[in-house]
């Protein structure tokens, strides 16, 4: 009953970016139970041990990826000479990668990667890997205890804009990879690396690029996995034990613009309703029936600003506000905009979409899941202790971009997420622990390995009854 105790804990939860999801139904049986009993193929995998030189090189490899600023400001402000510094640092840290003949690469949009290793079983689909390598903008002067692209190590943790968002799957996905071919690894399933350089606006250049050329050869996908949830460790109250939560959804997004315009005039003889009054109205109804604390489980909205007025003994003729909402998997744009506009009730506000999208499809996660069961005993092989659970990414990634090649897109990195750790993205004192980082390697290493079974196993094969 693990799951049905996260599920009800987790509405005391306030998130703030998307590493904090809700499971999307309550379960009557143990998550961790099933196919992790059940006789798997015999994969011959590689070990994934990690001796000291390379615990080393792959640490020295991440800190120098995070002292490049690959910031993205706006669609139109990408920092591009960082991005061809990431560039050379990729072929310079991963040769083999860059050099090997099961390796096909090509630079899309300029600075985007797109990585194909074939399989050896062309009868099985293939899978994609997706990362991004830009950064939103750090500043020193906004409190963080160090610079933020000095990668700088304190108490076992690296300091940096990036290190967990997402440089760190970036570099571990590379890493991973780097070391299975040097030790002479060759899929049996074939799979696609996708590294967008634009992610954190939108990924229109990158990302979408990307998924031009993967449509114009004809791919088709078992799986994607982005970032977007994590493992949660002390962060859900009462909780035994930490919680890995993989993003089946993404949330939908609209920003809509509410206007008044009334008639200008002198403060000194004020109307009974200004412009900015009845817009405040309206706002107060709007957000009254959406707090934030209901962020798990429906739709929330913000107001993100508020324009009305250029001198102080001037009553305004047009306010206007713009509201951000993050729509729940239930709902759609069309409802949310109805939903606006019969609370408000005023014919002197105007509504306006000015841009959004639908959320994103609910990707499977029972036994017959290849994807979720995949990565699922993946991180239980690594992580025994971990209840694993299905979950709503609050926030919105490259993988949004992808719909049209696969059914299931899963949202996950073993990041481990503790109390205060929240606060840290897109925040100040960005940061992971070098033991995490190095089981981010070794859990990408793995994956790419067990998802050369041909199919699951039986959920019932080791007795266990549901």
Not at 159 to 178: H, P
Not at 191 to 196: A, D, N, P, S, V
Not at 347 to 373: A, H
Request: hydrophobic letters at 40%.
């Amino acid at each position: 009953m693990k799951l049905v105790k996260i599920v009800s804990l987790s509405l005391l939860f306030v998130v703030i970016v998307c590493f904090v999801a809700a499971t999307l139904r309550t379960l009557t049986f143990d998550v961790n139970s099933g196919l992790q009993l059940a006789h798997w193929e015999k994969t011959n995998n590689i070990a994934s041990d990690i001796n000291q030189h390379q615990r080393k090189e792959l640490l020295a490899n991440f800190r120098e990826a995070i002292q490049i600023p690959t910031v993205s400001t706006s669609k139109t402000q990408l920092n591009i000479t960082a991005l061809g510094e990431f560039d050379s640092l990729l072929r310079r840290v991963f040769p083999t990668v860059f050099s090997s003949h099961l390796v096909q690469h090509e630079v899309v949009a300029n600075y985007s990667h797109l990585f194909w290793v074939p399989g050896s079983d062309l009868a099985l689909v293939p899978y994609m890997l997706l990362a991004h390598i830009d950064v939103v903008p750090a500043d020193e002067n906004d409190g963080w205890e160090v610079s933020p692209f000095s990668a700088k190590e304190i108490d076992g943790f690296i300091y940096g804009r990036g290190t967990i968002d997402n440089k760190q799957s970036v570099m571990g996905i590379l890493q991973a990879l780097e070391y299975l071919l040097i030790r002479g690894y060759s899929p049996q399933r074939g799979f696609f690396i996708g590294l967008g350089h634009d992610e954190e606006v939108g990924g229109l250049q990158g990302a979408m690029n990307i998924v031009k050329v993967l449509k114009r050869k004809g791919v088709q996908l078992a799986f994607i996995l982005d970032e977007g949830l994590a493992v949660l460790d002390g962060v859900i109250s009462g909780l035994q034990g930490p919680a890995a939560l993989i993003g089946i959804s993404e949330k939908g997004q609209a920003t809509v613009k509410l206007s008044v315009f009334k008639a200008p005039g002198h403060s000194s003889m004020p109307p009974r309703e200004s412009s900015i009054g009845i817009l405040a109205g309206a706002v107060k109804r709007v957000m009254e029936r959406s707090p934030d604390t209901n962020a798990f489980l429906r739709t929330t909205t913000a107001v993100t600003m508020f324009n009305s007025g250029v001198k102080v003994n001037v009553l305004p003729s047009l306010a206007e506000a713009y509201v951000n909402l993050r729509i729940h998997p239930a709902q759609t744009v069309e409802e949310v905009l109805e939903f606006i506009q019969s609370t408000v009730g005023d014919e002197r506000v105007k509504m306006e979409l000015v841009n959004g999208f639908d959320p994103l499809p609910v990707s499977s996660y029972d036994e017959t899941s290849f994807g979720f069961q995949t990565i699922k005993k993946t991180l239980l092989d690594q992580f025994p202790q971990v209840t694993v659970a299905p979950g709503v990414c609050i926030g919105n990634t490259d993988s949004r971009h992808y719909t049209d090649l696969a059914k299931d897109i899963y949202r996950f990195a073993p990041t481990w997420i503790r109390p205060g750790d929240t606060q840290r993205f897109h925040g100040i004192n960005e940061r992971i622990s070098k033991k995490n980082y190095e089981e981010l390697v070794v859990f990408y290493f793995n994956l790419i390995q067990n998802c050369d079974i041909k199919e699951l196993p039986s959920p019932h094969s080791a007795g266990h009854e549901l």
